[in-house]
């Protein structure tokens, strides 16, 4: 019997592409374990008017630990559309199965690293004293709350009575809304909970102790959106006072974030953010470290669940390509999170190290290391194709 079972969900487009690379990576780094394939994605969703079958989350529900590819998601009148014929007209909804994972097993507390490899090519540049040229050492923790804010899904176009006489009772509503016909609304509601939000804190504060990271912060919009981001910056500080002294507490606006990543953003360790903002600051730092191809996360549930995924889309375009083109790093470094989690760190520090060398080297570089357009000839102008990446890097895990 393996020592490990893990369930594989490749979802769509480049899902299944990074997924097999990524198992060519594990099983020549030692990793003992069994896979078990789970369904997820557009496929099921037009066959079966349903991205996310039962039978996949009883799969998730009794091995506990998933790695996750990508899926496509489209807006619900296109996905309608692509639903089989005998499934049309019958009232489906698409919503996204990775957001359906995260809130029916509350996968709570999402953890997005942004860490540089030394000689990227594409790694963050800035103009320093005299016309030189800098380039700062990035590595950021990002921990997303993710099951609440503007993704918990409670929204309504044309809200029904019960909701309209509601919000009306709320004297900003009425001023700014109130004559607004009530088939013109579309809301959307941005929901924190103390007991979320103090679990997503604390995880950050945990981080940056047991790693040895000097300041936690938190990057949210409180002078405007006074309640929750709010409630997040008044509960950061109650923990970091009585339990955290020793890690520094920032607190910082999610725009101004935005420019001060770009002027300093060595300066910033472990950061903590509601699921929308935390999308946002992980997206950002990410591209400071090389982007999509490169940006890896956890998500993490109170009883014991897991799914690692990179945090690039699909790219179905990509997938139809004879010779596959994307950079599988993200997903790779997505695997060295489970091994991490599973205790297995002797061997996830094998594959990053043999990441970290194919990169320093610059001998086998993806087609976005060489700054070019993803088309099917890049190939032919010089960039390694997926499989010749992996195999690079399966060649320095073997030495």
């Not at 016309?131 to 309504?156: A, H, K, M």
């Not at 897991?306 to 993200?330: D, W």
């Not at 010089?382 to 320095?396: L, P, V, Y």
Request: some cysteine.
């Amino acid at each position: 019997m393996p020592k490990h079972i893990i369930v594989t969900l490749p979802g769509d487009g480049i899902g299944s592409v990074v997924m097999t690379q990524v198992l060519r990576v594990l099983a020549a780094a030692g990793f003992d374990a069994g896979y078990v394939h789970g369904d997820i994605g557009w496929e099921f969703w037009c066959r079966e008017g349903n991205p996310l079958p039962d039978r996949t989350i009883e799969l998730i529900r009794k091995h506990k630990v998933a790695l996750f590819g990508a899926i496509t998601s489209k807006p619900n009148d296109e996905a309608r559309a692509e639903l089989d014929p005998p499934l049309q007209g019958k009232g489906y909804t698409y919503s996204s199965p990775i957001v359906g994972l995260r809130q029916l097993f509350n996968l709570d507390i999402c953890v997005r690293p942004c860490k540089s490899y030394k000689s990227n090519p594409l790694n963050f540049v800035r103009r320093g004293k005299g016309d030189s040229l800098e380039e700062p050492f990035i590595d950021v923790v990002i921990f997303r709350q993710n099951t609440e804010c503007l993704y918990s899904g409670v929204e309504w176009t044309s809200p029904p009575e019960q909701v309209y006489k509601a919000l009306m009772t709320h004297p900003k509503f009425m001023e700014n809304f109130g004559n607004v016909p009530v088939e013109e609304l579309s809301i959307s509601t941005r929901i924190f909970t103390r007991r979320a939000t103090e679990r997503i804190l604390s995880a950050a504060f945990e981080h940056a102790r047991k790693f040895g990271y000097k300041s936690v912060t938190v990057c949210e919009k409180p002078n405007v959106i006074r309640e929750t981001s709010g409630l997040m910056w008044k509960m950061a500080r109650e923990i970091q006072r009585t339990l955290y002294p020793e890690v520094r507490l920032l607190n910082t606006n999610i725009d101004a974030q935005m420019m001060w990543l770009t002027k300093n953003p060595e300066d910033y360790e472990v950061i903590v953010a509601g699921n929308m903002f935390g999308d946002i600051a992980s997206d950002a730092f990410a591209g400071l470290i090389g982007g999509l191809g490169f940006a890896c996360s956890a998500q993490y549930s109170s009883d014991g669940i897991a799914v690692f995924e990179p945090t690039h889309g699909s790219a179905p375009k990509y997938a139809g390509y004879a010779i596959p083109i994307v950079n599988p790093v993200a997903m790779i470094e997505s695997a060295c999170m489970m091994l991490d989690y599973l205790e297995e760190k002797e061997i996830s520090s094998r594959i990053r190290k043999a990441v970290a060398a194919v990169i320093e080297e610059g001998k086998v570089r993806t087609y976005d290391m060489m700054r070019m357009n993803g088309r099917p000839e890049v190939i032919q102008n010089g960039a390694a194709s997926t499989i010749q990446m992996t195999d690079a890097i399966i060649s320095r895990i073997l030495k």
